[in-house]
């Protein structure tokens, strides 16, 4: 069974920075899509951002510019660089692996922006 467990989550301050982890256990294949989503209070869970074969990445506009996604295959961990954090990115965090027609959810970690 795939299993992400996000981590690293917290409250900073506008302008602040952190980096978000997720470890997933279990058979994965490190060519499959990996993902990061977030769901703030009464909004629709959102992409955030996506890396697929090849390191290829992609992002929300929201966020371009200021998030970085990247993955330790050796680790079987996924990372979320977070810089110039603004209060509109608080939200849950979710990790998500891609296998096929199925995807695999973390319980999601907090992050909180004050300004």
């Known amino acids: 069974q795939v299993q992400p467990v996000e981590s690293g989550g917290g409250l900073v301050q506008a302008g602040g920075s952190l980096r978000l982890s997720c470890a997933v256990s279990g058979n994965i294949f490190h060519s499959n899509p990996m993902g990061w989503h977030r769901q703030a209070p009464g909004k629709q869970r959102e992409l955030v951002a996506r890396i697929t074969v090849g390191d290829t990445t992609s992002y929300g506009d929201s966020v371009k510019g200021r998030f970085t996604i990247s993955r330790d295959n050796a680790k079987n961990t996924l990372y979320l660089q977070m810089d110039n954090l603004k209060p509109e990115d608080t939200a849950v965090y979710y990790c998500?692996?891609?296998?096929?027609?199925?995807?695999?959810w973390g319980q999601g970690t907090q992050v909180t922006v004050s300004s």
């Open positions: 998500n692996y891609w296998s096929g027609p199925f995807v695999y």
